[in-house]
């Protein structure tokens, strides 16, 4: 394959308790208004779903800010190979004499829902639901937000992965600022720091309106009546921000004239969705953004989720509502997200 514009080198991880290495690589990656698509990309070599959302599988190495300016690609951020070693003889243990399995809650600092057991089936079955939909990944780089700019490739690591495996597509990724662009990039694994952040030009009044429209407006413009995501397919949107927009209300009048086109053309009301997933602590955001996921009329097509780093990444649940909160009711409905 020709190295692109974007082209990243390819890097081995070890895989399974057996020790193999596989061989894998990161796509470059073209504008998807040039016409050009990208190469096929081998699913399987991924890990199930279950292994990425469980963390069971040997994680893509995170690249800091400051690791990106160096060699990224060296072995010594790989797992090294697990050794086999034997047991002598079974090994046959009381039942009655193990401690209970352990209960994996979802608590942290900012977000907490229900406990949640290590498997839960539900969650896995959830994410079956992107095969139907294109996700796009709006990324605000307004000026507000040049400070999180680790803080948001750190979450698109956790969650690009169970993303890409789950709908077994691409992913699109564009930048508020990229207002002349009809699409944004597309992604099979987690773009490096300089990738995400190419191209930014961090605004002080960039309009996450004109954003949303760029994403949505083509979907609203040949919308049917009674569409549902099985024919029509869905679109779920994945915005990144701080909440602190310039342009406040008329992100609020877009999004209900959204709920209100689908209303009107009866069509199935969760056909579009559009999650939020806050960084920072800024009040004001997230009273904005509770504020559109809480107060606006009609279908409910918004979900709102706040995200702050913790050494131990995210839990199964949080990980879920983060990426189909907007279009998963029960998910949307969760009343314990915020504390």
């Not at 008329?250 to 009107?264: G, H, M, S, T, W």
Request: net charge negative; with cysteine.
């Amino acid at each position: 394959m020709a190295e692109g514009r974007f082209a990243r080198p390819i890097a081995s991880r070890a895989r399974g308790i057996t020790g193999k290495l596989v061989q894998y690589v990161t796509f470059s990656h073209k504008d998807r208004g040039d016409g050009s698509r990208l190469g096929s990309h081998n699913f399987a070599e991924d890990g199930t779903v279950e292994d990425i959302l469980y963390g069971r599988s040997a994680p893509h190495p995170y690249v800091t800010e400051l690791e990106a300016s160096g060699d990224i690609y060296n072995a010594q951020q790989y797992p090294p190979t697990p050794q086999i070693r034997e047991v002598p003889g079974p090994l046959i243990l009381d039942k009655s004499q193990l401690p209970p399995s352990p209960v994996y809650t979802t608590q942290s600092d900012r977000v907490g829902v229900a406990p949640l057991q290590l498997d839960e089936p539900d969650l896995t079955r959830s994410l079956q639901m992107l095969k139907d939909y294109h996700t796009a990944i709006l990324v605000d780089d307004s000026e507000s937000m040049q400070i999180y700019r680790q803080v948001v490739h750190q979450l698109l690591h956790e969650l690009l992965p169970l993303v890409i495996r789950s709908s077994e597509k691409p992913v699109e990724i564009q930048l508020l600022s990229s207002e002349k662009k009809p699409h944004g990039r597309e992604y099979f694994s987690t773009p490096s720091f300089g990738e995400l952040w190419n191209g930014a030009k961090s605004n002080a009044n960039t309009s996450l309106q004109v954003g949303l429209l760029r994403i949505i407006g083509p979907k609203i413009q040949n919308l049917k009546r009674h569409a549902t995501v099985n024919v029509a397919k869905g679109l779920n949107v994945i915005c990144i921000t701080d909440g602190n927009q310039s342009d406040k209300k008329a992100i609020a009048n877009y999004i209900q004239r959204v709920a209100e086109k689908l209303d009107d053309k009866g069509a199935q009301d969760t056909l579009i969705g559009v999650q939020f997933l806050q960084v920072g602590d800024s009040q004001h955001g997230t009273d904005f953004l509770n504020h559109l996921d809480n107060n606006l009329k009609g279908i409910d097509i918004v979900d709102t989720v706040p995200y702050a780093p913790s050494p131990g990444g995210l839990k199964p649940r949080v990980k879920v509502k983060m990426i189909l909160g907007a279009i998963h009711k029960s998910l949307d409905d969760d009343s314990d997200d915020n504390e």
